[in-house]
């Protein structure tokens, strides 16, 4: 009997964007069990599309036109996608049926559709604790707790991405007796990219040397902490380039970075933008020197997965998620002054034999604990079990 999953919350199935959308692409192309049939809403901006539906790699994917709203988008969007879900079910009159909801966005409204699909299974991944963010105004962050409790109060069972969330799950919301469990997100094992052309064009434009530059990978916002790591980077004497990938936008917080730090007046520094190429980002990747993570809040984060997997030298900002995936295969920093520039300038000075026991430590991790086709099992199991209760 066919096994129907809804996943909601994520921009869309091949949607390049950031680590939902990572996460939702590979838990379908990893799945082997063809008794399992998904629906994936798509995120568009073109009102023509909207609710047209096509089978790709065996799914269902359903365009779904939301007007841009800034921070309001998503929200909008998975409202929209849940309602899709909820006529979907009914008029095909599906059985077995689980919708999987990525973060906690629709929290308050959430009996809306858990009452109107009884016999349907909800799943909530809380992700990180958004309420921690920096970038989020008090009231905002009320809004997120608000959200995060109601999700949990009408959810069927909770999937953690990090032994630390599932941890302050289960001690928070103890008196809801939720079902929970730890799956991580993935990562791949042995990619062999090649130097392609968008790889040759950056390198030529920016004076990129292989195994020359520390790389950082990640969302501009505050929480990443790009100002400490910019600030200690520029106080070391390294010869190195720090090449940073992300979604520059010269907005408050660039403008913000820019006053603090004066970094464009340190030519080691290269902002290049967004790079949503997968054989161009795994090359800068395994061509770095050392890669650096300063994501603070968050459970499981797939960069630093793809890091430990491609990148032999990690250095992580010290806070439990970051210690939970690199253990000791990684140094740490904190954001006490010259902490970082002290790291940096220690692992300046280290043998190629060292990097590279570091860097198989690292593999070994992923081998370990975060290979995608371990990560699907833990996921059809739980959809399993949820299903096997009904």
């Known amino acids: 009997m066919k096994k129907h999953i809804f996943i909601v919350g994520a921009r869309g199935y091949k949607f390049n964007y950031g680590g939902w959308e990572t996460f939702v692409t590979n838990l379908i192309l990893n799945n082997k069990d063809e008794s399992f049939s998904f629906y994936v809403p798509?995120?568009?901006?073109?009102?023509?599309?909207?609710?047209?539906?096509?089978?790709?790699?065996?799914?269902?994917?359903?365009?779904?036109?939301?007007?841009?709203?800034?921070?309001?988008?998503m929200f909008?969007?998975?409202?929209?996608?849940?309602?899709?879900?909820?006529?979907?079910?009914?008029?095909h009159h599906l059985?077995?049926?689980?919708?999987?909801?990525?973060?906690?966005?629709?929290?308050?409204?959430?009996?809306?559709?858990?009452?109107?699909l009884r016999n349907t299974k909800f799943i909530i991944n809380p992700d990180g604790l958004e309420w921690q963010?920096?970038?989020?105004?008090?009231?905002?962050k009320q809004c997120f707790k608000l959200s995060e409790f109601t999700s949990m109060l009408f959810c069927d069972y909770c999937v953690c991405d990090s032994k630390s969330i599932q941890s302050y799950v289960d001690k928070k919301y103890h008196s809801l007796h939720i079902p929970t469990s730890y799956i991580a997100f993935g990562a791949y094992e042995n990619q062999k990219p090649k130097k392609n052309e968008i790889v040759k064009k950056l390198w030529k434009e920016y004076d990129i040397k292989d195994h020359e530059y520390?790389?950082?990978?990640g969302r501009f916002v505050p929480e990443n902490n790009y100002e400490t790591m910019i600030k200690e980077f520029m106080k070391t004497k390294t010869k190195k380039d720090l090449v940073i990938i992300c979604n520059l936008e010269k907005n408050k917080f660039y403008?913000?970075?820019?006053?603090?730090?004066?970094?464009?007046?340190?030519k080691r520094i290269k902002f290049i933008g967004s790079l949503y190429d997968s054989e161009a980002l795994l090359y800068f990747r395994q061509h770095a020197f050392g890669y650096l993570h300063g994501h603070s809040a968050g459970g499981t984060n797939p960069s630093l997965l793809e890091a430990l997997s491609n990148t032999d030298l990690n250095i992580l900002y010290d806070v439990c998620y970051n210690r939970e995936v690199g253990e000791d295969a990684c140094f740490y920093y904190t954001k006490e002054p010259n902490n970082l520039k002290k790291v940096i300038e220690k692992?300046?000075?280290?043998?190629?034999?060292?990097?590279?026991?570091?860097?198989?430590?690292?593999?070994q991790r992923i081998h370990d604990a975060y290979t995608w086709d371990s990560i699907v099992t833990k996921y059809e199991e739980v959809f399993d079990k949820l299903l096997e209760e009904k």
């Open 133 to 140: 963010r920096d970038k989020w105004a008090w009231w905002i």
């Open 214 to 217: 520390y790389l950082i990978v």
């Open 76 to 91: 909008l969007f998975t409202i929209k996608s849940l309602n899709y879900v909820r006529k979907y079910i009914k008029k």
């Open 255 to 266: 403008e913000h970075l820019q006053e603090e730090t004066n970094f464009e007046k340190d």
């Open 347 to 363: 692992v300046e000075h280290f043998s190629q034999k060292k990097i590279d026991e570091l860097g198989k430590k690292a593999k």
């Open 95 to 116: 059985k077995n049926t689980v919708v999987l909801i990525l973060g906690c966005k629709v929290g308050p409204i959430l009996p809306f559709w858990t009452w109107r």
């Open 42 to 73: 798509h995120l568009t901006y073109e009102k023509e599309k909207h609710l047209q539906s096509e089978q790709i790699d065996g799914i269902t994917r359903t365009y779904t036109y939301t007007p841009e709203k800034g921070f309001a988008t």
